[in-house]
């Protein structure tokens, strides 16, 4: 019986509608997880009554009402205002809501006629970290606005200004002009637990300070294209509208940003993540200061290690970073970094998975040595290296978006050695995900992207470079179960 694969979606947690129409505009992909029962062992409120003495008595749950009292107020809802080209609007994309594009859906690749801009409004969340009145909140929701609002519980309403925001991190400040506002606590991520309560408010669908709550379902997750973020994991219900909220632990501290849910509707269905708190003060910090967002670099590309891989590299574990690529100028190339090292430790922080390295190296000043250790030949060798610095980290309300693989919808990831046997040997790129332009074309995960425009590519940033310098369109030398062709994609 042959059966339909789910299209699973990473889905930015923001709610985007035309003026005339309403369109639910969700950028990436998902899947489903039952909201697991626990106990609350920190806060009082989850503390069983005194008067229940028998070992069969029902625990309390935990009572949230005072935490929405207290902290509730510093929570706003943001409303903004864009411009949206029609003709940058794919008409053939079957998961969009807009009522134009499902009358289109029967003509795949079929775009909207050439139009001048329309207005489209968001709705998204926030939160006062400052009594003079800097707001945290998401990038995406704030990106390319031209207006931006902000609504108190006490139905006040200020017009904002965007200080800056930083698309890597997906975290943007901006400020209103008002004094002695309620603040929320800054806490602590390091500290979170599998398995605590947590409390998330916002504005979903545009209904102004909602309070969902749920449990912490894991930590340090990687996402395609957040690289340099460890998201929370949480089964809070979190839906488009909610981006840029608070979540709260059970002390009433914010550990982290609702940022973005796995979903195959669009709605919620039981993932959520948020960036964690330690890493937007430090973004927060960098906007007020500077205007941008200085990361460290090391210059390489690295990928998961597999029970297979460590068996190859003689590993006593599937544990790690396998360094797949060095760029040839970077920091990485000049400590005498190899393609097939594994990067074990940073300085004292071990590396786990290879999601942990690009949040580590980032966290470090361009300039300072660190300390790695890495498995190579079958034995831990310490390297030295200087980070260097993350180019291509600013950006402010009035930049332009950046050109990026974004223009043709593809994550890829370079292929394993076990994965270029399979292929005689052959070097590309296995698309994971589609979306936009690529979706249009045809373009299907389980591709390997052999080339661009006769260039072959090898890496990720290869394939951004190309892509970055082509004008309006691209060829792409696509493998598919064995027979190769060239699929045209028109670049968004």
Request: aromatic letters at 4%.
């Amino acid at each position: 019986m042959q059966t339909t694969p789910l299209v699973k979606r990473l889905v930015a947690a923001g709610l985007i509608a035309a003026a005339g129409f309403g369109v639910a505009r969700f950028d990436l992909p998902g899947l489903d997880t039952a909201r697991a029962a626990t106990t609350a062992t920190a806060a009082p409120a989850a503390v069983p009554p005194a008067g229940a003495t028998s070992s069969n008595a029902a625990v309390a749950l935990p009572n949230f009402t005072s935490l929405v009292q207290r902290f509730g107020p510093a929570v706003v809802n943001i409303s903004v205002t864009a411009k949206q080209t029609q003709t940058a609007m794919n008409m053939g994309d079957p998961n969009s809501d807009d009522p134009l594009s499902q009358f289109f859906r029967g003509f795949p690749g079929l775009v909207a006629p050439h139009g001048g801009p329309r207005i489209v409004h968001g709705v998204g969340s926030g939160f006062i970290v400052s009594a003079d009145g800097y707001i945290l909140t998401n990038a995406h929701v704030v990106q390319g606005a031209t207006e931006v609002t902000v609504k108190l519980t006490d139905r006040r309403e200020f017009r904002a200004k965007v200080i800056g925001l930083d698309k890597k991190s997906d975290i943007a400040v901006i400020k209103i002009d008002a004094q002695s506002l309620p603040v929320v606590t800054l806490g602590n991520a390091d500290g979170v637990q599998v398995g605590e309560w947590v409390l998330a408010i916002g504005s979903p669908f545009g209904f102004e300070n909602s309070v969902t709550s749920g449990i912490v379902s894991a930590k340090a997750r990687a996402l395609p294209d957040d690289s340099y973020t460890p998201f929370i994991q949480t089964d809070v219900a979190v839906n488009p509208g909610n981006s840029g909220g608070p979540l709260f632990n059970m002390n009433g501290d914010v550990i982290g940003i609702n940022s973005q849910i796995f979903s195959e509707t669009g709605g919620y269905q039981g993932l959520s993540f948020a960036i964690p708190i330690n890493i937007a003060i430090k973004v927060k910090d960098d906007l007020i200061a500077h205007g941008k967002v200085v990361r460290g670099r090391l210059g390489v590309t690295v990928q998961e290690v597999n029970q297979q891989l460590a068996n190859s590299f003689g590993l006593p574990r599937p544990m790690g970073a396998l360094v797949s690529e060095v760029q040839g100028d970077g920091p990485a190339a000049n400590s005498g970094l190899k393609a097939g090292d594994v990067i074990t430790q940073i300085n004292d922080r071990p590396v786990e998975r290879s999601a942990d390295l690009p949040s580590a190296v980032a966290e470090l000043k361009p300039g300072t040595r660190a300390h790695l250790q890495v498995w190579r030949a079958g034995k831990s060798t310490p390297i030295e290296v200087t980070i260097g610095e993350l180019s291509d980290s600013k950006e402010v309300a009035t930049a332009q978006p950046a050109v990026d693989h974004g223009r043709l919808g593809l994550a890829v990831r370079p292929l394993l050695p076990e994965e270029r046997s399979q292929l005689g040997g052959a070097s590309g790129l296995l698309v994971e995900g589609v979306s936009g332009p690529a979706q249009a074309a045809g373009v299907q995960p389980g591709d390997v992207v052999l080339a661009v425009n006769g260039t072959p590519v090898r890496s990720p940033e290869q394939l951004k470079n190309v892509v970055t310098k082509a004008s309006s369109s691209v060829a792409l030398l696509i493998q598919r179960q064995g027979s190769k062709l060239f699929v045209p994609i028109e670049l968004g």
